[in-house]
């Protein structure tokens, strides 16, 4: 199927429940893969010497600290996390805040990533970052791009799991541009649609083993009854989020890597069951991450009934450039108010 047929094939993920995603997708499967080339590593100190192994040690005192400011004087016991393990050397996370830009390249309707040329997107990203690095000197920021890689579709396809898997040869273009700035990171995004994680996440091996690449996955398009992608919200058990995470420590200790941070979408409360039971790991930095869009109110309450109600370790936040503007006040929440949320997100997406 030419590229230019595939208008429509995938899911438009539009589900009117609490503050839902709306994602467009456009692409096609290929079972063809190219080489990478693997990128330095982008946790490392910039003083240090550039090689993917040299990376900055964890001070624990400061991370304790770090940990404490982050919950922004929670009193209730839930932030900081407590009994969870320090993280190994090179760890992103808290030391740096995390500013991506998400969506696909196929797709104009998914992000800013798709949707601006690269030279451009790039140039606005460096202005978010600008934004936060000004509300928050106190903490760098990492910029980032979040890439769909699997993309849940509105048609069974050849698989007949409603899923599409993007061409291998995309997912370097998308490194290419992420090569374009220094240092910065890549995250692989997956929505299996009526497949499955375990299916999904080997296909993306070689690109995780990179020390510079990490890992989202969205319950969204998780459709274990299955409903249709697009129909109704779907879910990941923590035992689907602890199978995630034990196959990237695995590839943290074999490859030697860095940590890697995790981010799972969340906007509901069945989006993820058994939170509780997720597991932590030195090798794995996890993002529950504020998945809803709507107004400045609305967005709140999500963070505040799912994300802050059920600590795991990390949190983050999504703003929506055309969908959180729809109802008034009609603007994006500004850095210097999700600052101001127990905890503080520490890493940011914009789409």
Known sequence: MKLSQLAGVFLIGVVTVATTTSCTSEGKQTGVKTKTTATKDSTENPEAEEDANVRTPVDTAKYNQLMKKLANGDTTGKWPVKQHPYPLDGAILPFKRIVVYYGNLFSKKMG?????APKEMLSRLDAEVKRWEKADPSTPVQPGLHYIAVVAAGEPGKSGKYRTRMPFKQ????????????????FLDIQVGLGSIRDELPQLEEYLKLPNVHLGIDPEFSMKDGSLPGRKIGTYDAADINYCSDYLAGLVKKHNLPPKVFVIHRFTRKMVTNSQNIKLRPEVQVVMHMDGWGEPELKRGTYRHFIYSEPVQFTGFKLFYKNDLKKAPNRLMTPEELLKLKPAPIYIQYQ
């Open 171 to 186: 997912i370097d273009s998308v490194m290419a541009i992420s090569r374009m700035r220094k240092n910065m990171i890549v």
């Open 112 to 116: 800013a990533l798709g949707e601006y």
